[in-house]
T-cell receptor, first 113, second 116 residues
Framework: QKEVEQNSGPLSVPEGAIASLNCTYS??????FFWYRQYSGKSPELIMF????GDKEDGRFTAQLNKASQYVSLLIRDSQPSDSATYLC?????????????FGKGTRLSVIA | DTGVSQNPRHKITKRGQNVTFRCDPI?????LYWYRQTLGQGPEFLTY????????KSRLLSDRFSAERPKGSFSTLEIQRTEQGDSAMYLC??????????????FGPGTRLTVL
């Protein structure tokens, strides 16, 4: 059974702070990792993907991957109230997003103005 | 490019009835996926297609569920003899085999099913 674990939260951070979201996965064969954002009542939208160990930055977002520890994280710098949403970690055992994804339950983030 | 569309957006049915949902992917997207999401959970994979071929079905997809993509364009998901446990949001996503490595899955707005 392939599992993706996330702390359900809520994670509350003040506006302007760094939000740190974490995810662990059970399948060592996992090759590609995705972070989706889902606003309440809406469908998921992709924020970032990462394949290689290390950090990947895109604007205020940084994804970090450590395959040895089976751990992936998402940092959101200068958090804004508009970042308040549920963040879903998703994993695939193939090297692209063109395959079924295994999602975690999501972490609910609340950015307090 | 109008995005992934799903119809209906909401469906309320009585236990034992059959329901059918439709998904129209982004045009020219080869792959189409169905996921199910219940409250407080992440999406769970049900099945996916490449063009008209169904490539994989999850163990979640009992024999009451059937999906097809007859011409490699839109897809339908049918649930026969619905049960209260089928109440969920049914999400459709599509992706293209062409392009960069991310091959992002774009999600539709979902169909919310309530079984009374």
């Amino acid at each position: 059974q392939k599992e993706v674990e996330q702390n359900s939260g809520p994670l509350s951070v003040p506006e302007g702070a760094i939000a740190s979201l974490n995810c662990t996965y059970s399948d060592r064969g996992s090759q590609s990792f995705f972070w989706y954002r889902q606003y309440s009542g809406k469908s998921p939208e992709l924020i970032m993907f990462i394949y290689s160990n290390g950090d990947k930055e895109d604007g205020r977002f940084t994804a970090q991957l450590n395959k040895a520890s089976q751990y992936v994280s998402l940092l959101i710098r200068d958090s804004q109230p508009s970042d308040s949403a549920t963040y879903l970690c998703a994993v695939s055992t193939r090297d692209s997003g063109n395959t079924p994804l295994v999602f975690g339950k999501g972490t609910r983030l609340s950015v307090i103005a | 490019d109008t995005g992934v569309s799903q119809n209906p957006r909401h469906k309320i049915t009585k236990r034992g009835q059959n329901v059918t949902f439709r998904c129209d992917p982004i045009s020219e997207h080869n792959r189409l996926y169905w996921y199910r999401q219940t409250l407080g959970q992440g999406p769970e994979f049900l099945t996916y297609f490449q063009n008209e071929a169904q490539l994989e079905k999850s163990r979640l997809l009992s024999d009451r569920f059937s999906a097809e993509r007859p011409k490699g364009s839109f897809s339908t998901l049918e649930i026969q003899r619905t049960e209260q446990g089928d109440s969920a949001m049914y999400l459709c996503a599509s992706s293209s085999l062409a392009g960069g490595r991310s091959n992002e899955q774009f999600f539709g707005p979902g169909t919310r099913l309530t079984v009374l």
